[in-house]
């Protein structure tokens, strides 16, 4: 497809539940960025693919975040036993394998932990 | 280590009027710069991007950007703002030659009254 498409918009879960978010990037994009958007409005990076390989994952909270990005199925992040510090709205960009690329993102998925 | 500073929370602008909004930038390597847009409960959108060539370089819906390399400035203007306008606004950078992530500022919201 031609946008972004990242899946649930809105997502609530009671703390200490696992939360599951979907990102399929444009067709012919070799590169996802996940980031999360905290109450004040400052993106934080979390993690890279290049096609299914991580590329960068220095940004993430590793003992309760996962992301996987596998061939023919939409990217994931996942988050276990999710934290009040967890509600945010996470974004889901992709690239071409161009350098000078710029990124094209989705909508985003509102995470509420409560 | 890359970094994007913004200065301005906040840009107030009356319409018609020439709008900027500040951002500059510190890479180890040429800057790949960039300029997005966020309306509300919207993802980012794509407003013009500066990789090499021109220093002025210009974008979507009327926008502009000067890259300013002995200042370390990539400024976003517009010769006269919309109501329309009025949103978040995000400077980003990435160290040229990498597919790393982008570093994003903290956002300036531009208000642009009737």
């Known amino acids: 497809g031609e946008e972004v498409a990242q899946t649930p918009k809105h997502l609530v879960r009671g703390e200490g539940q696992k939360a599951k978010l979907y990102c399929a990037p444009i067709?012919?994009?070799?590169?996802v960025f996940w980031y999360q958007q905290v109450l004040k409005n400052e993106f934080k990076f979390l993690i890279s693919?290049?096609?299914?390989?991580?590329?960068?994952e220095t940004g993430m909270p590793k003992e309760r975040f996962s992301a996987k990005c596998l061939p023919n199925s939409p990217c994931s992040l996942e988050i276990q036993a999710t934290k009040l510090e967890d509600s945010a709205v996470y974004f889901c960009?992709?690239?071409?394998?161009?350098?000078?690329?710029?990124?094209?993102f989705g909508q985003g998925t509102r995470l509420t932990v409560v | 280590a890359q970094s994007v500073a913004q200065p301005e929370d906040q840009v107030n602008v009356a319409e018609g009027n020439p709008l900027t909004v500040k951002c500059t930038y510190s890479v180890s390597g040429n800057p790949y710069l960039f300029w997005y847009v966020q309306y509300p409960n919207r993802g980012l959108q794509f407003l013009l991007k500066y990789i090499t060539g021109d220093n002025l370089v210009k974008g979507s819906y009327g926008f502009e950007a000067e890259f300013n390399k002995s200042q370390t400035s990539f400024h976003l203007k517009k010769p006269s703002a919309l109501v329309s306008d009025s949103a978040l606004y995000f400077c980003?950078?990435?160290?040229?030659?990498?597919?790393?992530?982008?570093?994003f500022g903290k956002g300036t919201k531009l208000s642009v009254k009737p």
């Open positions: 067709k012919g994009h070799s590169y």
């Open positions: 960009a992709s690239t071409q394998t161009d350098r000078d690329g710029e990124a094209f």
């Open positions: 980003a950078v990435r160290d040229g030659g990498s597919q790393g992530n982008l570093i």
């Open positions: 693919f290049q096609n299914e390989n991580v590329f960068d």
